[in-house]
């Protein structure tokens, strides 16, 4: 064997046992800035307690748009990655039935209908189901791949959806791994919101929570079964004795959403005659919230930003002539896109909304505004009269900006009842605690979280009938309940950015046939410049054996 054959065979030999421990040695490195490519360490901490097969069926196929195609190309990496980090998460392969899809569409999932005009000016339609279905130990859930953003284009809103894959996969195998359903309490007692008010979104919560509603007891800790409580909307003051069953429950790390409104109304005079007085509502909870770290403000906000109203604006009975105009007092709420709640959130409808102000200053609590207003906003402080016929709008009141309507809270709380007398009537536990670490959700609008009814059916909250518009109510809801009961920090993938790079369609046509040419001779010049290069190297190493 020549000395030439042997370094070949060698090389052949080093490549060979290289290969063998790199099938079972996989290594990646994400050299993307945003980080696009990398999972979390909520996500490995997730894979980690994964002990049985995990199977994922994409209905994403098909004949799709660009976009579409880069969101299931998206897809197919994360379960890539999934997958490299735990070999019990498969994706299913064979072909999907028909039948499939009508069990997914008789669970709520409809497929999305894409409209797209060709360049020869035809339109096309098809239909896509932006949907997997994540199965473990005999549960299974499905996840929406695609969130949709009012005013976004379908760039954008695809592109928000590739950011949101990670948590969307992440969050419904967490929810599958539990294995006792959470509970979750809305209060009742007070005048809050019922039932049938709620609905829409406690059907949402099911997905994650068992509902259960009742009023509160006088013993402490009747709420310690429950990972988060909700307070929706009440229109009685609260006794001293349920201030004190509400602390401690907080001291000892449950989590409440306080949905409370800062002055009190009437909806039936506001309808019927147009007109309403406000006064301040004393629901005997603002010196236990100012404890807290926040204080209801007695006042109503008004947004230039905000819903319109049907008005009859002829002056002839008989002829009616309804036209939208502005509402002031139903703003169009500003969401945070740095808290994990409100990142990716679309605007939060809301009517007779108050003011939140912030207040402890270095109490050591983390404290975030997720709602407020716009640039162009009012304050009314109450008491006042609101009036339905007066429409007219003072560009020179609305001059105030970002006025906060809901924050966040998260911390080591002291309790209010330290250093005071307790309550006669509560019968108190041995273990009382005067601080406790927990999460709390302050809302100065009950109006958030109330869904209105249509024939008998309830509409989505935050849906408004007049201009057939879905507002982001029942997203914020949500995750701020998920963000509550959540020890795991999986909502901070909520936070993942993607950058959006998007080529020019316009000047890729223009420039499509210089494009084309380079495509078709780049890569063959490149070989013939490699190959040329080789063989330039190979002559000059050899010429000095030629006679």
């Known amino acids: 064997m020549s000395r030439e054959q042997k370094v070949w065979f060698g090389l052949a030999l080093l490549v060979l046992l290289l290969n063998v421990p790199m099938r079972w040695c996989v290594v990646r490195w994400d050299l993307t800035q945003d980080g696009r490519y990398t999972l979390h360490e909520p996500s490995l901490r997730a894979l980690d307690k994964v002990n049985a097969p995990v199977e994922v069926t994409l209905y994403l196929e098909g004949d799709m748009n660009s976009g579409f195609q880069r969101l299931r190309d998206a897809t197919l990496f994360l379960l890539e990655e999934l997958h490299h980090h735990n070999r019990l998460l498969s994706l299913r392969t064979e072909p999907i039935e028909e039948r499939e899809y009508t069990l997914l569409q008789q669970r709520g999932y409809a497929p999305i209908t894409v409209h797209e005009r060709a360049r020869d000016g035809k339109t096309m339609q098809t239909r896509v189901w932006p949907y997997c279905q994540m199965e473990y130990k005999g549960k299974n859930m499905v996840v929406n791949l695609l969130q949709q953003q ?67 007891g006088d013993e402490t800790g009747v709420l310690d079964a429950y990972k988060a409580v909700v307070v929706a909307d009440p229109q009685a003051p609260f006794s001293e004795t349920d201030k004190a069953v509400l602390d401690q429950y907080i001291m000892h790390g449950g989590r409440v959403m306080w949905l409370l409104n800062g002055v009190r109304f009437s909806e039936d005079m506001l309808s019927e005659d147009g007109i309403t007085p406000i006064v301040p509502l004393d629901l005997n909870l603002n010196d236990m919230l100012f404890r807290y770290g926040v204080r209801i403000n007695p006042a109503l906000v008004q947004d230039l930003q905000c819903l319109r109203l049907p008005v009859d604006v002829s002056s002839d009975p008989a002829r009616p002539n309804y036209q939208p105009l502005p509402w002031t007092y139903a703003p169009l709420l500003l969401t945070n896109g740095e808290s994990p709640i409100t990142h990716n959130t679309m605007q939060v409808s809301a009517t007779m909304a108050s003011l939140v102000d912030i207040v402890g200053g270095d109490d050591g609590l983390d404290k975030t505004v997720l709602l407020a207003t716009s640039t162009a906003s009012a304050l009314t402080p109450a008491p006042a009269e609101v009036d339905l016929s007066d429409l007219q709008i003072d560009g020179e009141r609305f001059r105030q900006a970002y006025m906060p309507v809901a924050v966040s809270m998260e911390g080591v709380f002291g309790s209010f009842f330290t250093h005071r007398i307790l309550p006669p009537s509560l019968v108190r536990d041995s273990n009382w605690l005067d601080a406790g670490m927990s999460r709390q959700v ?51 993938l909520r936070q993942k950015t993607v950058a959006l790079r998007l080529i020019n369609d316009k000047k890729a046509y223009q420039h499509r046939t210089a494009i084309q040419w380079i495509s078709l001779v780049a890569p063959v010049a490149i070989l013939l410049l490699i190959g040329s290069m080789v063989m330039g190297a190979r002559y000059f190493a050899y010429q000095k054996y030629e006679l």
């Open 150 to 216: 009012r005013g976004l284009s379908g760039e954008e809103n695809l592109n928000i959806s590739a950011e949101g894959l990670e948590y969307a996969f992440m969050e419904t195998l967490h929810t599958l791994q539990k294995e006792e359903v959470e509970r979750v309490a809305f209060l009742e007692g007070h005048g809050e919101l019922s039932d049938t008010q709620v609905y829409d979104w406690t059907q949402a919560l099911r997905r994650y929570f068992q509902i259960d509603r009742g009023v509160l």
């Open 442 to 492: 302050v809302v100065a609008a009950g109006s958030v979280a109330r869904n209105e009814w249509q024939d008998g059916q309830p509409l989505p909250v935050g849906y408004d009938r007049y201009t057939k518009t879905q507002f982001g109510n029942r997203d914020f809801l949500v995750q701020a309940l998920l963000w509550l009961t959540d020890d795991s920090d999986l909502i901070q």
